[in-house]
């Protein structure tokens, strides 16, 4: 069975500081992958996604990056954290090339700047 | 912008009482779909409906599509305490893309 990993679950990080948060998928290949971010009573922004390997899409212009060094690990960064920064990050991923477009999440990372 | 807006916010029910919550979305769609969320958790997918589908269903969840009037309802049959949760509406823009766009949420309280 497929499953979606993502850590650190929390962290708290002062202003200009780096980030790190890293999501990985076992029992599946190719699949697309998704970094959505969830900012206190609000809905899910994506972020960036991914199809392939090194192949990586923006949604929203910010401060933030994506990587994606192998088929099923997707790693989101900052070089220099805003106090906007804050909130629920969480990664998923899908089907390449599916029918459904259903996304399967992990438990997210909560980030809050200071 | 959003592209699935939830209604209400917020509800609160009694256990065994059915809710109700409403997606309303602007433009045209391949699929909808509703996911759940428990309080700090990642979301799950409950039910996916396409867009020449009217009625869906599964086990005490019954979604309705109304394309014409551009809007989803997701009902929730005898609940259960264990039914709190909030939950999301996410709509596709194009058949093939899996960016998804997801609602605010209506976060349900079912009280014991």
């Known amino acids: 069975s497929q499953t979606i990993h993502q850590w650190p679950a929390t962290l708290v990080q002062p202003v200009g500081s780096p980030l790190s948060l890293e999501c990985t998928v076992e029992?599946?290949?190719?699949?697309?992958l998704y970094w959505y971010r969830q900012a206190a009573g609000r809905g899910l922004q994506l972020l960036f996604y991914?199809?392939?390997?090194?192949?990586i899409s923006s949604e929203v212009p910010q401060n933030l990056s994506a990587s994606r060094p192998q088929d099923r690990q997707f790693i989101l960064s900052s070089k220099k954290l805003l106090l906007s920064d804050s909130g629920f990050y969480l990664c998923?991923?899908?089907?390449?090339?599916?029918?459904?477009?259903?996304?399967?999440f992990g438990e997210g990372s909560r980030l809050t700047v200071l | 912008s959003q592209q699935g807006e939830e209604d209400p916010q917020a509800l609160s029910i009694q256990e065994g009482e059915n809710a109700t919550m409403n997606c309303s979305y602007k433009t045209s769609i391949n699929n909808l779909q509703w996911y759940r969320q428990n309080s700090g958790r990642g979301l799950v997918h409950l039910i996916l409906i396409r867009s020449n589908e009217r009625e869906k269903h599964s086990g005490r969840l019954r979604v309705t599509l109304d394309t014409s009037k551009k809007s989803s309802s997701l009902l929730i049959t005898a609940s259960r305490a264990a039914d709190t949760a909030s939950y999301f509406c996410a709509t596709d823009g194009w058949a093939g893309s899996y960016q998804l766009t997801f609602g605010k949420g209506t976060k349900l309280s079912v009280i014991p």
């Open positions: 998923a991923w899908s089907v390449l090339g599916g029918s459904t477009g259903e996304l399967f």
């Open positions: 991914s199809v392939g390997i090194g192949q």
């Open positions: 029992g599946t290949s190719n699949p697309n």
